[in-house]
């Protein structure tokens, strides 16, 4: 069973910047892809982005497009959300979770599995 927690959240101004981390216990991190997800308050989860096993390909919801970058760290078992110029429409817990398909977007919500606790993000105005 993988477990993952999610750290790097906070608080911080519209325009700046956070890194959030996402790291895994249990094997074979390199063996499957890796997503995030925000959820805001009232709001249903939504998928943020996505990288595949290698690293080589990525996804992105077009709202968060040009602005946050994902990448993940196979010998570190962790991936990372590098978020920039953040919104206030940004602020939301954000999840990380693993899916084993491929492609791993577009998926189901129903196809990631093992999510973590969550790590909230607030931006101010």
């Known amino acids: 069973q993988v477990q993952l927690v999610e750290s790097g959240g906070g608080l911080v101004q519209t325009g700046g910047s956070l890194r959030l981390a996402c790291a895994a216990s249990?094997?074979?991190?390199?063996?499957?892809?890796m997503g995030w997800f925000r959820q805001a308050p009232g709001k249903e989860r939504e998928f943020v982005s996505a990288?595949?096993?290698?690293?080589?390909?990525?996804y992105y919801a077009d709202s968060v497009k040009g602005r946050f970058t994902i990448s993940r760290d196979n010998a570190k078992t962790t991936v990372y959300l590098q978020m920039n110029s953040l919104k206030p429409e940004d602020t939301a817990v954000y999840y990380c979770?693993?899916?084993?398909?491929?492609?791993?977007?577009?998926?189901?919500?129903?196809?990631?599995?093992?999510w973590g606790q969550g790590t909230q993000v607030t931006v101010s105005s």
């Open positions: 990288i595949n096993w290698s690293g080589g390909t990525t």
């Open positions: 249990g094997r074979a991190f390199g063996s499957y892809s």
């Open positions: 979770a693993l899916t084993y398909y491929t492609p791993p977007h577009p998926r189901p919500m129903g196809d990631w599995g093992s």
